[in-house]
């Protein structure tokens, strides 16, 4: 079992800044694709930014490629999502995702987190 618990969400005017986090426990992030996934109400779920097993490549959504940052922190077992330069449409819950042999997708996803809410003003 692992369990993926996200915080860092809030109200943040649009061209600001927030960090996101996802503190899993119960198994090792470092042996896991780790992703991130928004959801806006009245749209499906997408895909916002991932990293291998390793850490070393990372990918991103065009909608947020130079704005937004995936990391992960092994000795703290925690993923990270920088965002910078938010915009309005950047508003959703934000879920963090792992998957053991590929990169996590909306269908194909072992492990979802409860999520954490972004909102950015205008």
């Known amino acids: 079992q692992m369990q993926l618990v996200e915080s860092g969400g809030g109200l943040v005017q649009a061209g600001g800044s927030l960090r996101l986090s996802c503190a899993a426990s119960?198994?090792?992030?470092?042996?896991?694709?780790m992703g991130w996934f928004r959801q806006a109400p009245g749209k499906e779920r997408e895909f916002v930014a991932a990293?291998?097993?390793?850490?070393?490549?990372?990918y991103y959504a065009d909608s947020v490629k130079g704005r937004f940052t995936i990391s992960r922190d092994n000795a703290k077992n925690t993923v990270y999502l920088q965002m910078n330069s938010l915009k309005p449409e950047d508003t959703a819950v934000y879920y963090c995702?792992?998957?053991?042999?590929?990169?996590?997708?909306?269908?194909?996803?072992?492990?979802w987190g409860q999520g954490t809410q972004v909102t950015v003003s205008s």
């Open positions: 995702a792992a998957r053991r042999n590929a990169i996590p997708t909306k269908i194909s996803t072992d492990y």
């Open positions: 990293l291998d097993w390793s850490g070393s490549r990372t």
């Open positions: 119960g198994r090792t992030v470092s042996s896991y694709c």
